[in-house]
């Protein structure tokens, strides 16, 4: 799928002031590296909708296999580079500003495929010609924040509203196979959102997750009483595994038994 160059109006970027050299640099300085990446967040979202807000830093996403790559790219380059977090982020910093090298969602459940460049969506940010993320995986990336202190359920809604007829909603499915209820919440949002909107979302979407929704109230209650409210927020959810015995998305609960025949 070739998409044209999209023209963003740099106000609707919003940069510290202080940091706008950086990332113009960064990003040019990644193009030149050539090594994929697209530029997500703010960003993307501002590209895909027209949304104007602040931006604190720049989202870049890339492939795992690739984030060290970026990493070392800077460092060789004299900037800061760390990896907070081994499952799916790293840093580049320089002078107090900084920018994410994201190669996984922050549950750690969505990483980014080669399947995340297989759309091309570019725009012009800061002088240079970038890939954008996509809108399908632009939702991807949001669907599992839902914390106390940050929700993108907005960003998702928008973006189906604004660019529905770009996104593959087969692929979207096939993405959330195993957490498909988390999808349909967010379908649903939007209905509620926009109900002059609702032709937005193929028909045949729902049809599907409510059929999964009324075959599975038919079969038996799981045996393991799992939480799965981790991935959408680490701190909140924490009482239901450590006080309530409800099993992690991973392993099992602190007071549930391994034992099969237990």
């Known amino acids: ?13 919003d940069p510290p002031p202080e940091a706008k ?10 193009v030149a590296s050539g090594i994929p990446f697209m530029l997500s967040g703010t960003y993307a979202l501002g590209c895909h909708t027209g949304i104007v ?21 800077f460092r060789h380059l004299d900037h800061e580079v760390e990896f907070e977090d081994e499952r799916w982020i790293g840093k580049v910093w320089k002078d107090g500003n900084f920018f994410d090298v994201i190669y996984n969602i922050s549950s750690a459940s969505l990483p980014v495929t080669e399947e995340w460049f297989r759309d091309a969506f570019h725009a012009e940010v800061y ?28 960003d998702v809604a928008h973006m189906i509203l604004k660019q529905h007829e770009a996104i593959d909603w087969q692929r979207l499915l096939d993405a959330m196979e195993l957490h498909w209820e988390l999808l349909l919440i967010h379908l649903l949002n939007f209905r509620f959102i926009y109900p002059t909107e609702r032709h937005c979302i193929p ?4 049809e599907e997750l409510l059929g999964r929704l009324e075959t599975r109230a038919e079969l038996p209650v799981p ?4 939480c799965r409210g981790r991935l959408l927020s680490p701190r909140d959810y924490l009482v239901d595994i450590t006080e309530w015995g409800f099993a992690d998305v991973v392993g099992k609960g602190l007071e ?7």
């Not at 002088?127 to 907005?154: C, H, M, N, W």
């Not at 549930?256 to 237990?262: I, L, M, P, V, W």
Request: charged share 30%.
């Open 1 to 13: 799928m070739k998409v044209p160059m999209m023209t963003c109006d740099p106000a609707t970027f």
């Open 21 to 30: 050299q950086f990332y113009a640099d960064s990003l040019a300085e990644l």
């Open 53 to 73: 807000r602040p931006t604190k830093d720049l989202d870049v996403f890339c492939k795992a296999g690739d984030a060290p790559r970026i990493l070392a790219h």
């Open 127 to 154: 002088g240079t010609r970038v890939r954008i993320t996509p809108p399908t995986e632009f939702i991807l990336s949001k669907l599992f924040i839902q914390d106390r202190y940050r929700y993108d359920g907005a």
């Open 203 to 206: 028909l045949w979407l729902f």
């Open 223 to 226: 045996k393991v009483r799992v």
């Open 256 to 262: 549930e038994s391994h034992d099969r025949n237990k």
